[in-house]
């Protein structure tokens, strides 16, 4: 008989097991993930395991996640519109604010239609199966997120794969391609691990000259680039020149949840009918969507938020070079990953830069990034002060010497 008080006896399964050793194979090789947990609102400055410390490591690219603009928007909204609609989009869960919000974010990006999802990841994991077939080819950019092979792998296309950026290697692949009904070129605008920028004029011109479908993945662009913060369109001076656009409400503009597909009519009605994850996932709440609408009424207004990460981008990215850093990347972008290689490496000068001058940067090693490939991913925002711009890179200047990373570095 069980003993009602103390509970059954847990047995372990071969499950556990086979866990017990991943866990075991991960903390040796280093790339065991502690969480550290935040007591307070996300900002440049938070409280995290106990302490104030200087947040370098957040998608927060506009400092808006806690802007009192953007929290009173969200207020408000719950008083007029409640907290959740307990139901997916179709049944009865469409209000009229997120009509508003795919509205606002059609026109923003200069297309037809807009279909919200609970996140980005949902938006790249619903497109491709519900679009896609075996009479179509998808051609992928081999650092494209997770979240694009994931969805990649949910259709029924043939996949092609270009190497990351070489426009020669993807125009092979789309001459290789030419049988397909539709050949659709797929990139993230901004790559998160290395901070690349795509090169959309040649990808592109590319796309005309085969008569090809682009798609990119606007995560880290929208909010971030372009003088009106529309993303890498914007920066390269295409807007309108891209046929499907996924993107996040959860980092630049205001580090909520929830993505979106922005993209024709028609593309977008298929979505509303196909698109598992908005069919069977609850909508996004109200207050997310109201605080995101204040986000975009922001970025209609003032531009100083953008200008600021510009120069944070320009000043960090600067420095840490000149420091002798070896920082992956494009000068433009603030996703500003410092290359060590190794993992422990890595791993060990975050750890320094968190206990001893409270700097919150985290490591990144496989299989968040290629084995080997260790880096700190730093990103800037428009609300980081010069003087947190300095001590983070002094903090890395000391570790880095008492490692031997920069042993002649010099401020």
């Known amino acids: 008989m069980i003993n009602k008080l103390s509970g059954p006896k ?40 106990g302490k104030k410390v200087i947040n370098f490591c957040a998608n927060n690219y506009l400092g808006l996640s806690n802007h009192p603009r953007v929290t009173q928007a969200a207020k408000d909204m719950i008083d007029t519109h409640g907290f959740g609609m307990a139901s997916v989009r179709f049944i009865c869960g469409t209000q009229d604010k997120h009509k508003e919000l795919e509205s606002a974010i059609s026109t923003f990006h200069q297309t037809d239609d807009t279909i919200l999802y609970p996140s980005c990841f949902d938006a790249n994991a619903g497109l491709f199966e ?17 979240s694009i092979i994931d969805g990649i792998r949910l259709c029924k296309a043939k996949r ?27 990139t993230d605008g901004v790559f998160s691990m290395d901070g690349d920028i795509a090169p959309l004029p040649e990808i592109v011109a590319l796309a005309k000259k085969y008569d090809a479908v682009t798609f990119i993945d606007e995560c880290h662009g929208t909010g971030v680039f372009g003088q009106g913060g529309k993303g890498t369109p914007e920066y390269f001076g295409l807007e309108g020149e891209i046929d499907i656009i996924n993107s996040t409400l959860g980092k ?68 840490m070079k000149a420091a002798g850093f070896n920082l992956m990347g494009h000068d433009d972008c603030p996703i500003a990953p410092v290359y060590f290689g190794d993992a422990r490496l890595a791993g060990k000068i975050s750890e320094e830069l968190m206990n001893r ?8 090693s496989f299989p968040v990034v290629p084995r080997d490939h260790a880096r700190i991913r730093c990103q800037l925002s428009g609300a980081h002060t010069t003087e947190q711009i300095e001590k983070t890179v002094a903090a890395f200047v000391e570790v880095g010497r008492e490692l031997g990373v920069i042993p002649n570095a010099k401020l």
């Open 10 to 49: 847990r047995k372990f399964s071969a499950l556990s097991a086979v866990c017990k050793t991943i866990l075991k194979e991960t903390k040796e090789a280093g790339t065991f993930k502690v969480e550290r947990v935040i007591e307070n609102p996300q900002g440049m400055e938070i409280i995290a395991n």
């Open 160 to 186: 092609q794969r270009y190497q990351h950026l070489d426009m020669h290697d993807l125009e092979e692949q789309l001459k290789a391609s030419m049988d397909k009904r539709i050949r659709m070129i797929v």
């Open 357 to 364: 001058f409270n700097i919150y940067v985290i490591a990144f």
């Open 130 to 146: 519900a679009l896609l077939t075996d009479e179509d080819c998808v051609i992928s950019d081999t650092l494209n997120h997770a």
């Open 252 to 319: 630049a503009l205001g580090g909520g949840t929830g993505g979106y597909t922005s993209a024709s009519q028609e593309v977008v009605d298929v979505l509303r009918q196909r698109g598992r994850p908005y069919l069977f996932s609850n909508s996004i709440a109200p207050a997310v969507v109201g605080a995101t609408l204040e986000v975009f009424q922001m970025l209609g207004e003032n531009q100083d938020l953008i200008t600021n990460l510009r120069v944070n981008t320009k000043l960090f990215r600067t420095s």
